[in-house]
């Protein structure tokens, strides 16, 4: 079974506004991540934020956590077209840190 | 510093062959991750190797195996392949686990 579950399923906005997608997930963990993934390509790593952070930015991107809510979402400011993607929030399940669990995804679309 | 490698890019198979994949970590990197990502779905998580031993398995039949080498790297094998295998395999590495995990750009299986 999927350990995060993301949403919504997909996301449409103009360039320049704001994106924002939405993770939950099931046990309780070390750490969250996100990627991006472009259509037929790897995933590539966005940020990892940990179970005593609250929030973490990276560029563009800023990430929150609540690990009492057991969701996190990851906010993209000012989206560029380039920014259209698939997202992805995935943590570690099971013991000894687990295996790495991904939910199913944000396909976001940033219309020029 | 390398990526995560993976080969072949594309690999092209008749119903019944085997195929083999192969993934290089990021050096350093002992824990491999192999994922299966049929088009237009969500990752589903394959295999998890660390340390030369296989850690856990998803639910998917006994004809996806593979193995980590003493350097690592990693294989994974699909025996009688059937069409519904045509996907596009994902391999990642952490550095230790639990931590920020690496993919590499995918081997896109077809089996016809």
């Known amino acids: 079974s999927q350990q995060g579950e993301e949403d919504p399923q997909a996301l449409s906005i103009q360039e320049g506004e704001n994106a924002t997608m939405n993770c939950s997930y099931k046990?309780?963990?070390?750490?969250l991540q996100w990627y991006r993934q472009n259509s037929g390509r790897g995933l590539v790593h966005l940020i990892l934020i940990r179970s005593n952070e609250r929030e973490k930015h990276s560029g563009r991107l800023r990430v929150t956590l609540d690990t009492s809510k057991k969701s996190s979402s990851l906010l993209i400011t000012a989206s560029r077209a380039a920014d259209t993607a698939s997202y992805f929030c995935a943590t570690y399940y099971g013991g000894s840190q687990g295996n790495l669990i991904f939910g199913k995804g944000t396909k976001l679309s940033v219309k020029p | 510093e390398a990526g995560v490698t993976q080969s072949p890019t594309h690999l092209i198979k008749t119903r019944g062959q085997q195929a083999t994949l192969r993934c290089s970590p990021i050096?350093?990197?002992?824990?491999v991750y192999w994922y299966q990502q049929a088009l237009g779905l969500g990752l589903q998580f394959l295999l998890w190797y660390d340390e030369g031993e296989e850690r856990n398995r998803g639910n998917f039949p006994p004809r996806f195996s593979g193995r980590q080498f003493p350097n690592y790297s990693s294989e994974l094998n699909v025996n009688a392949l059937e069409l519904e295998d045509s996907a596009l395999y994902l391999c990642?590495?952490?550095?230790?686990?639990?931590?920020?995990?690496?993919f590499g750009q995918g081997t896109r299986l077809t089996v016809v």
């Open positions: 050096s350093g990197h002992t824990s």
């Open positions: 990642a590495s952490s550095s230790i686990r639990g931590t920020e995990a690496f």
């Open positions: 046990t309780s963990i070390n750490n």
